[in-house]
């Protein structure tokens, strides 16, 4: 009955065109240069799973049979699914190789043990979203038109992307380093935990900021500088330096 | 009594009437004596004028001690006459000029006590630019927040970030740190010339940003060329249009 059950899951997995690469990774962080729609969530594990859900009509080209193909940097495809996975270092770095070949944006799922950080840049229009959840580790965030989903992380982290927004629903704040959160023309909304020590950077020069925190206005010489664009202070007494910039757009902080 | 002690008892009091009356005649008299208590005269007014800092309860028992032995010493008369108040002027003079020492000294304490402060940020800051970590590094920036002037050091360590850091966004709020000091010469500079080598938009932005709204002209042509390069996306070429429009020299 067990065998039986297994095959039938893996016979629904390849009529679904679902692929797995594994690698067994502890520490250090998930550096991902360029790969497409990625969901990662952090679990109690040693191994890194990158899974995707292949194209139906995915095929190499007739005239390309026999042949392998590379990216800018000589690298190929080392796991069938489209990436080029090597350690580096202390680090596990991932680069896509080509196109995706996953269905409409629906990307890479990617499981990392929760002892692993990110660092994740992007720079074309390919990616449209970047989804973190679950990770306690350091998460850096470089892209130009990635909107970002982060949901039950902690910080410490640093967050930049041109064109996307940012959603970022904290479990706690980590008071061990700094989170900041930068769009140029997205918006920026943080949900922290209404006990959260933070010291407040919020920044906007075209937009909006809005928040239900009682937030403590710093002052120079007695003088409080009252601006709806620039806000620095404190909440709950302060604590790890939280900022939140947009050039264009809102900047929304909230208490979960 | 030679001119002097006439003078100095004339002018303490310590005369008769008669005998005041016959100085007062020989000073009509005589212009080298009436000059002489004109200078004396003088020499009263100012030490009335005096006005000495309150002195702490040490120094004004030391002096006051010191004083006490000094009219016991002199034992010519009960009141402080002119000939020992030179002593007790010379006295006064410690006591102003220690008591200014003193100020100079708590001024110059406190400045030193900010310096030796300033000094452990810039340490500190400069011990957490190492750190492996990118937030880590972040956080090592947000010092120079503290620095309500610029410092040199401060300047060096975000320009520094800003040219050299492996990590945009470590370059990025070093740019945005190096913002508060934009009205710099050195700080001026260095966006400009780091706008012809930054390669990430965000950080590109942020200089574009900052140069523009602080109407740096040696920005124009760097920019002029970003708005004419093959190899730049089309939004940087709209900030740095838009950064031109802003220096009004479009």
Redesign the interface.
Known sequence: MKYLLTTIIMCVALIAGAQEYKVAHNGGKLILEGVDDVKIEAYDGSEVIFSINSKKDHKESERAAGLKPINSLGLEDNTDIGLSVSKDGENLKAIQIGQCMCRDNEGYTIKIPKSMGIDYSHSTYDSDHLRIKNVNKEIVVSTNYTNINLEDVTGPMSIKTVYGDIEAKFASLNQNSSVSLNSVYGFVDAAIPSTSKARLNLRTPYGQIYTDFDIKVETTDGMRSLTDKKIEGTVNNGGVDLILKSGYENIYLRKK | MNKENKIIDYLEGQMSFEESIKFEQELKKDPVLKEEFATYQLMYNEVDQIKLEKPSITLKSNFDHLLETEIKNSRKTKTLTFRNIRNVAAVAAILVIGILVGQNWTQRSFISKIDSHNAELVSEMKRNMNSE????R??AL?VS?QF?SPENEVLKTLIKSMKNDE????R??AV?ALDNFAKEEIVRTAFVKQLSQEK???VL?ALI?TLSEQKVEKAIDPLQHITNANDV?K?IKDEAHMGLIKIEKI
Do not use: R
């Not at chain 2, 990590?167 to 470590?170: A, K, L, Q």
């Open positions: 970590s990118v937030s880590g972040i956080e947000q927040h309500k990590s945009p966004n470590v990025l709020a945005e990430d938009p965000f932005i940003n996306a939004f």
